[in-house]
């Protein structure tokens, strides 16, 4: 995606004072977001990343380095502008965060009645936002009469209710089942394909980066581990925390012997494309495959396996000039290398 950056997050560190002493949240964050893209950041708990998606807004001041959108600067705008900005970017929270007094309509004016929108026109952008989520029918329901689902989605439209250039959806869909998190995430999408709203989604989970994603950063312990494309980093993440979260935690539990392993790498083929049957087949030796994280994203393989090669020497040749010879990537692991 050829864009020029809409968010750009320039030396960011945020240091919270406690009865304990100063917390570092985040060091020296450095990330550009460009206009129209599906930004993924991910990382574990406690890693930093919601205090990041409230720095991007100044919802939280850096205690260093800055956020420029659209190139001016929110450390150098005065208040009302920041205020202004803030506008530009819609935040959709884990929690929903809507009026229990308010019904669905009014819950979704509310922004445009603080940004002094006549009350007219602010209910005709809501109703066709309730159109848009697909909840018109539920326009004087109350949030307590709603479902998980329906309650994020009116927190969507209210997301959108000043036309931002930016949705920042901070673990949006942590508290929803399955099947519900797979609507909210295919409605974001839809949202970032129809009204070319750059969306850029904090998460702790994989699956949701895989769905929507075009680019990833994974954030650890404060600083961000590793950048690049969902195709990249899930078929050779180059962090330890990015082999973590696509492995899994399984991969741990390897057990390595004397027999040689290689990870095999799954960069874009065709997801049709029966790799290991091949290989077996045209080899005529068995391998045992020890862990494999692999995914089909748009038709195509992405992941990693890690396979236990014959023990023979010249079966073992055998597999690794096959693997050479069709260029699948692979290499030669230790435990230490995962």
């Known amino acids: 995606?050829?864009?020029?950056?809409?968010?750009?997050?320039?030396?960011?560190?945020?240091?919270?004072?406690?009865?304990?002493?100063?917390?570092?949240?985040?060091?020296n964050i450095n990330l550009d977001i460009c206009q129209g893209e599906i930004f993924g950041i991910i990382?574990?708990?406690?890693?930093?990343?919601?205090?990041?998606?409230?720095?991007?807004?100044?919802?939280?001041?850096?205690?260093?380095?800055?956020?420029?959108?659209?190139?001016?600067?929110?450390?150098?705008?005065?208040?009302?502008?920041?205020?202004?900005?803030?506008?530009?970017?819609?935040?959709?929270?884990?929690?929903?965060?809507?009026?229990a007094q308010r019904n669905v309509i009014r819950n979704v004016c509310f922004p445009l009645e603080?940004?002094?929108?006549?009350?007219?026109?602010?209910?005709?952008?809501?109703?066709?936002?309730?159109?848009?989520?697909?909840?018109?029918?539920?326009?004087?329901?109350?949030?307590?009469?709603?479902?998980?689902?329906?309650?994020?989605?009116?927190?969507?439209?209210?997301?959108?209710?000043?036309?931002?250039?930016?949705?920042?959806?901070?673990?949006?869909?942590?508290?929803?089942?399955?099947?519900?998190?797979?609507?909210?995430?295919?409605?974001?999408?839809?949202?970032?394909?129809?009204?070319?709203?750059?969306?850029?989604?904090?998460?702790?989970?994989?699956?949701?980066?895989?769905?929507?994603?075009?680019?990833?950063?994974?954030?650890?312990?404060s600083h961000i581990a590793e950048v690049g494309t969902v195709s990249e980093i899930f078929s050779e993440p180059k962090s330890r925390i990015g082999r973590q979260l696509i492995l899994g935690d399984a991969v741990e539990r390897v057990d390595f012997g004397n027999a040689?392993?290689?990870?095999?790498?799954f960069d874009g083929r065709e997801s049709t494309e029966p790799v290991i049957s091949n290989l077996v087949l045209a080899c005529k030796v068995p391998i045992n495959i020890m862990y494999a994280a692999t995914r089909d994203i748009g038709g195509k393989a992405m992941g990693q396996m890690i396979v236990q090669l014959p023990e023979g020497e010249a079966d073992a040749a055998r597999v690794i000039h096959y693997l050479q010879t069709v260029k699948i990537p692979f290499e030669e692991v230790t435990e230490h290398d995962l």
């Not at 040689?260 to 790498?265: A, E, K, M, S, V």
């Open 260 to 265: 040689r392993q290689i990870r095999i790498t």
């Open 114 to 221: 603080l940004a002094g929108v006549p009350k007219k026109e602010a209910r005709e952008r809501a109703m066709e936002l309730l159109k848009t989520v697909g909840l018109e029918d539920k326009a004087k329901s109350y949030p307590a009469q709603l479902s998980g689902g329906q309650k994020q989605r009116v927190a969507i439209a209210r997301a959108l209710a000043t036309r931002p250039k930016v949705i920042l959806c901070d673990e949006a869909t942590s508290a929803l089942d399955p099947n519900t998190t797979k609507s909210i995430l295919s409605l974001l999408k839809e949202i970032n394909r129809t009204m070319g709203v750059t969306v850029i989604v904090i998460t702790h989970e994989m699956a949701v980066i895989e769905a929507i994603c075009d680019r990833v950063a994974i954030i650890d312990s």
């Open 43 to 99: 990382g574990l708990s406690g890693a930093g990343k919601s205090t990041l998606v409230r720095c991007i807004n100044y919802l939280e001041v850096p205690t260093e380095g800055d956020v420029f959108f659209e190139g001016e600067s929110l450390a150098g705008m005065t208040g009302a502008r920041q205020r202004k900005t803030r506008q530009s970017m819609g935040m959709i929270f884990q929690q929903f965060n809507l009026l």
């Open 1 to 27: 995606m050829v864009e020029k950056p809409i968010i750009q997050i320039q030396n960011l560190g945020k240091t919270f004072k406690t009865a304990a002493g100063d917390v570092k949240a985040l060091d």
